[in-house]
């Protein structure tokens, strides 16, 4: 922690430091996360916890450069993201940051395949490179045989996988995912958290999740809960 | 492009609703395509007037004769080059539906008055030494599969209740595109011994006239109705042009008209295409935010949907377009009235623009407020 000044711990790919963040509702001030630090090293698997309304996906978004802190600093590896302007985040959001969202969030029109691609289109990759690329991602995800289906057609565990298919194909630094199992029963869920597992494992992908459910905060090497706007490293009642 | 399918995705979305605005903005275009060839129909024969001929008409209207002696009279004032009259024939060709115009003319004033029409030699030959002879333009005589020596029968109740019987002895092409090669032209001293006393004998409908310098046109049409003014028919001096137009006029301002119903058309258009693409947009900002979370700038997102909004103008506009070509290609639908019935490309290419316009105007509103969602509010709408 440096919230106080101290120094930087140097193998740390996320430094959020101090952050506070307030959103303004009419004439209503909201303080949802207020001096808040956090650190996560290269290779972690973090689980986000807290009640709902706590500011969970508010500080995933801060990480993810979706959105900017009120005060404060959010570094991702050598970038101090909260400084980059709109057009800069989305270029650094493409390099570094693959998103999985509770409700998959495919576009409905395009094919799982497709889907996949869809990132990699904001690459300099040839055809045949995504192709390549899409091939591996859903071969990961245990779903070659559902290239060509569209996302209606898919089980919600395999809408989620595709979903995690599209936040990796791009080997992104850094995985985020806001209740990723939070709409799918048991199974399914264990499926995808399996899925996590092994990409944290077997890939070092460092990850970061969101999630109300203790099964799967167990299956992350740290959990972190969020209460009041201030992290603790044990449930705070 | 390699967001072709992810434009095409999302416009084919809802079936129905494209299928309909699609629908609306090719009846649009159809629409826009036949007025033109409509306008240019009516107007596009005063801009191929020629600017050095003047014509002389009776003062009181155009069906009142005048007196072919007022040739020589005509061609004696200075700055005049050639004087040639016309009579309006107003015959048809075994049915009324068959309307074509004729006219008895005299053979060489005619033809070096009328250098936009292209004789042949032989041909010229043949109708100065055909006493019935009568040449014919290219569009007629293929309308009526007419060929050289063919006999041809025409009615016109103006003239006496009678078949004139003229050998066809000629075919003429038009210099240019828009030539009107409709006309059948015949000998004025044949047409004039076999009318009736009490038809006119000795009179004529129109001169035509071409003056030396175009600039002193005006001047000059000033001295002609002088030498006739308080004779028994006083003429009126005009263009060609002025002329052509006032055939047109009595149908309305064309322009006028033609353009009114295209604003009106399109005002609508916009309206049905804009709300078409906001509907587009508002029902998909959740979507438009996943693809700003994966990375796709503001920039590129406004072009998704301007890409979109054009993408379906433009489709609308070509379809619209060709169907408008299809049909104007077929020639005049009203088998005669309207020579020039045709679309210029330079309409075409107005008509791309315009539906290019009506998709850039419809697309970029909804294409705004998509660029300016923000991220994380776009993610909270799921
Ligand atoms: N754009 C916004 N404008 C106003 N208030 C907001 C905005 N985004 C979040 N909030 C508020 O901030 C608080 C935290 O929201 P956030 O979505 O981060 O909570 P959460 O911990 O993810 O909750 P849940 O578990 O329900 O997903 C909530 O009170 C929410 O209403
Ligand atoms: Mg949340």
Redesign the pocket.
């Known amino acids: 922690m440096n919230a106080n000044g101290k120094k930087a711990d140097p193998t740390a790919l996320v430094r959020v430091e101090g952050v506070e963040k307030v959103?303004h509702?009419g004439s209503e001030d909201?303080h949802?996360l207020s001096r808040l630090d956090l650190t996560v090293a290269t290779g972690e698997f973090v689980a986000l916890m807290?009640p709902?309304?706590?500011?969970?996906?508010?500080l995933l978004n801060l990480i993810g450069g979706l959105d900017r802190p009120t005060t404060g600093s959010v570094s991702i590896g050598d970038d101090r993201i909260d400084a980059l302007s709109d057009r800069q985040l989305a270029v650094w959001r493409a390099r570094h940051v693959g998103f999985v969202f509770q409700l998959y969030n495919l576009l409905p029109v395009l094919t799982a395949e497709r889907n996949v691609e869809l990132p990699l289109l904001l690459t300099h990759l040839t055809k045949a490179e995504r192709r390549r690329h899409v091939e591996t991602a859903l071969a990961m995800v245990g779903l070659t045989h559902r290239a060509k289906h569209y996302p209606r057609t898919l089980s919600g565990g395999e809408q989620q996988r595709v979903g995690i298919a599209r936040g990796i194909v791009t080997d992104p630094t850094l995985l985020l995912c806001d209740e990723p199992t939070g709409d799918l029963d048991r199974k399914s869920g264990d499926e995808i958290l399996n899925l996590l597992q092994a990409l944290n494992r077997e890939q070092g992908k460092t990850i970061i999740m969101v999630t109300?459910d203790p099964h799967a905060s167990a299956r992350a090497s740290r959990t972190v809960h969020l209460y009041k706007g201030q992290l603790a490293s044990e449930p705070t009642p | 492009m390699k967001f072709a399918h992810l434009i095409w995705g999302n416009l084919t979305r809802r079936k129905l609703r494209t299928s309909l605005t699609l629908l609306s903005i090719v009846v649009a275009f159809v629409l826009f395509g036949l007025l033109c060839a409509v306008r240019q129909a009516l107007e596009g024969g005063v801009k191929m007037a020629g600017v050095d001929r003047l014509i002389v008409r009776h003062r009181v209207s155009l069906i009142q004769l005048l007196p072919e002696s007022y040739k020589a009279r005509i061609e004696r004032i200075p700055g005049i080059e050639l004087a040639m009259h016309q009579t309006w024939f107003g015959g048809v060709y075994q049915d009324p539906k068959n309307f074509f115009p004729q006219a008895p003319v005299v053979p060489e004033e005619f033809l070096t008055m009328k250098p936009e029409l292209v004789l042949s030699a032989e041909h010229r030959q043949a109708w100065l030494t055909t006493r019935t002879g009568a040449i014919v333009g290219r569009s007629t005589a293929d309308r009526f599969n007419w060929k050289i020596g063919d006999k041809v029968p025409i009615q016109s109740p103006l003239w006496g209740r009678r078949t004139w019987d003229f050998d066809l002895v000629g075919i003429y092409d038009g210099r240019e595109a828009g030539t009107d090669t409709r006309g059948m032209f015949f000998r004025y001293d044949y047409f004039d011994e076999s009318r009736q006393e009490g038809q006119g004998k000795g009179l004529i409908g129109w001169y035509t006239i071409r003056v030396k310098d175009p600039a002193r046109a005006a001047e000059i049409a000033r001295r002609v109705d002088e030498e006739f003014e308080n004779s028994a028919a006083e003429t009126k001096t005009e263009p060609e042009g002025a002329f052509v137009q006032g055939f047109a006029r009595q149908i309305g301002n064309i322009g006028f008209i033609v353009g009114g119903i295209l604003v009106a058309v399109f005002f609508t258009l916009l309206l049905v295409t804009g709300s078409t693409m906001a509907q587009a947009v508002r029902e998909r900002l959740g979507e438009l935010g996943v693809l700003k979370a994966i990375g796709f700038t503001n920039g590129q997102v406004l072009t998704l949907v301007l890409a979109e909004s054009c993408l379906l103008a433009v489709l609308g506009g070509g379809l619209g377009l060709s169907i408008a070509c299809l049909v104007t290609s077929r020639g005049d639908p009203t088998g005669g009235l309207l020579p020039l019935f045709y679309l210029r490309n330079q309409d075409l290419a107005l008509g791309g623009s315009l539906s290019l316009a009506l998709g850039l105007l419809t697309g970029i509103f909804p294409a705004w407020q998509a660029m300016r969602l923000r991220v994380?509010?776009a993610l909270?709408r799921l």
């Open positions: 959103f509702r909201i949802v807290g709902s309304g706590s500011g969970k996906s508010t109300h | 994380a509010e909270r």
